[in-house]
């Protein structure tokens, strides 16, 4: 490549006002960062007339996205106004109308969010760390050593998608169904994942059904300490309406598939780029509750929240009218300098390193963030017990979308000690 | 300087002197107290500064304002009862000299 097709990089190149970083293809081929690098510089605050998602507002910068979560009464994550992607969740071909609480204002959100929260509590995690370590473990002995094997598939989904089976106590031999729903509920069909919209909708309300024979099954039964069974038996959910109970189910599905899954993906790939830090981590085991949350900050799996905005507002000295899509870009927040210091380099035992936006903050805040703290540090501990490394021996390929930010392939090859 | 007391839920205690003027929660991150770990930085925003004001401290620690922000994030917090605050939204003070705040079993 001579310098001259160098400065021509889009990124530095795209006059502002044409500038619109929602394109997947950005994403997938993760040259995504230089976009918003200038954007942060340039116009952190930034306003696209125009875009296959119609026109739309990035907050790029940490502290104000950190003020448009903060005001939920400004900032809405209805899901009636378009909820929280920037593609929006009623528009027509997608029509499905689902109802979750990540997409519910106040006063609604609360009651069902704290219905179903329990489940993911510290106290009830205290119960599963045994049952996902013994399952963690389980996945890693079956590995051949000094193969090449597909980590995404054979470890990042088979964990993921063993806990969550575990916190919904979900049929185990059915277990995959899950990895599958989870795929499908964020899927467009140029991912190739469904050939269509209404193929997406046929699979999705299969899940409904499926997830109904657990429930109805759930109700006749005491209560336990697993997801359904909490929502069937408490009042501010045993009578949601249908499309409301999948909707709260897809959320927990992809909240707690999609997101963990390519973090685990993401660490892998982190410290073979980084190899001083995968030394420092052999050398000393004790940094890996201090990493976890830096993988989470590095591979930011959801990569934004969107919001609309109520009335008239304000960020960043900018004016947001009443009705528009504001996007807070969390990918480019977590590696602003004004907040994390040196935040392109990932460094696993960074002082503060809790200070992310890959949760979000606010009412909204991921939910789930324990458990998916729980399961990278049980996998991570059990990695170092019987591998010196797990190398990566190939171009991971990555996933299709301006939302979720993942791998769908990362080839690797295990050394034993 | 007034002084805060963090009660582990296994009874251990961490008394804390720090300058008037400090969050409760500054004061725990900042000695690494097991259990704050204040993920927002202190804005009130991410509820893992959750503690429980011993009850003899109520009347001057004060409640969370009902309906405001700081209520909004407790009620999601495991094991939020009335005695609930955020650390980052108690400012210490020489009045409070002597504050104790007790912390939620489970927050680790
Ligand atoms: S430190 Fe986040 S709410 Fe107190």
Known sequence: MTTDTLTRDPASTVPLSQMDVSDPKLFQSDTIGSYFTRLRREDPVHYCPESAYGPYWSVTKFNDIMQVEVNHQTFSSESKLGGITLQDMQSGEASLELEMFIAMDPPKHDAQRKAVSPAVAPSNLVLLEPIIRERAGFILDSLPVGEEIDWVDRVSIELTTMTLATLFDFPWEERRKLTRWSDVATATPETGVVSSFEQRREELLDCAQYFKGLWDKRANEPPKPDLISMMVHSPATRDMPYLEFLGNLILLIVGGNDTTRNSISGGVLALNQNPAEYRKLMADPGLIPKMIPEIIRWQTPLTHMRRTALMDAEIGGKKIRKGDKVVMWYLSGNRDDEVIDRPNEFIIDRPNSRHHLSFGFGVHRCMGNRVAELQLRIIWEEILKRFSKVEVVGAPERTLSNFIRGFTRLPVKLRGH | ?108
């Not at chain 2, 009660?7 to 300058?19: F, H, L, R, S």
């Not at chain 2, 107290?33 to 009347?59: K, L, Q």
């Not at chain 2, 917090?77 to 009045?95: K, V």
């Open chain 2, 1 to 108: 300087m007034p002084t805060v007391i963090f009660i582990e839920p296994d009874g251990a205690e961490y008394p804390i002197a720090v300058k008037s003027g400090t969050t409760a929660r500054d004061a725990a991150v900042n000695n690494g107290v097991p259990g704050i770990d204040g993920d927002c930085g202190g804005e009130c925003a991410c509820a893992t500064c959750h503690v429980h004001v011993d009850a003899a401290w109520m009347s001057r620690a004060g409640m969370a304002e009902p309906g405001g922000m700081e209520a909004n994030l407790l009620q999601f917090a495991e094991g939020s009862t009335e005695n609930s605050r955020l650390a980052c939204q108690i400012t210490m003070t020489d009045d409070l000299d002597g504050l104790m705040l007790r912390i939620p079993d489970g927050q680790h």
